[in-house]
C-alpha cells in the first residue's frame, strides 16, 4: 500500500489532447495532457519521413578520414598515377608477374 499524503492524484483515464482533440486515453498524474506531436501524425509512424542525406555526412566521414574511394581521395590518386603510367619501368614489372602465374 502506499504511504498516505505523499503521492500524487491518479487518473486512470487522463485525456491526451493534440490539436484541440483528444486522440487517447492514458493513466497519469494529471487529468490531460496536451501535447504537439504523438504516434498518430509523427512522419517516422505515419510512413511520410524522408531520409535527406543533405550534408552527405557517408562522403563528409570519408574525406576526413581519407577512408574508401571518394571523390577527393580518388582525385588524388588519380592525379598520382598518371604519372607513373607513362614510365616504361612500371609496365613491364607487372607483365613478368602476369607470366609467371
Not at 500500500?1 to 491518479?10: A, E, F, L, R, V
Not at 504537439?36 to 555526412?57: A, C, M
Request: net charge negative.
Amino acid at each position: 500500500m502506499p504511504k498516505p499524503d505523499i503521492h500524487p492524484t491518479w487518473y486512470p483515464d487522463a485525456k491526451v489532447i493534440c490539436n484541440g482533440e483528444v486522440v487517447m486515453t492514458t493513466g497519469s498524474t494529471q487529468p490531460e495532457l496536451t501535447v504537439d506531436v504523438w504516434s498518430g501524425n509523427h512522419p517516422f509512424y505515419t510512413g511520410t519521413q524522408k531520409i535527406l542525406d543533405t550534408e552527405g555526412r557517408v562522403d563528409r566521414f570519408m574525406r576526413k578520414y581519407g577512408m574508401g574511394s571518394t571523390d577527393s581521395a580518388s582525385g588524388t590518386k588519380k592525379a598520382a598515377k598518371p604519372a607513373e603510367a607513362p614510365s616504361e619501368a612500371a609496365e613491364p614489372a607487372a607483365e613478368p608477374a602476369a607470366a609467371e602465374a
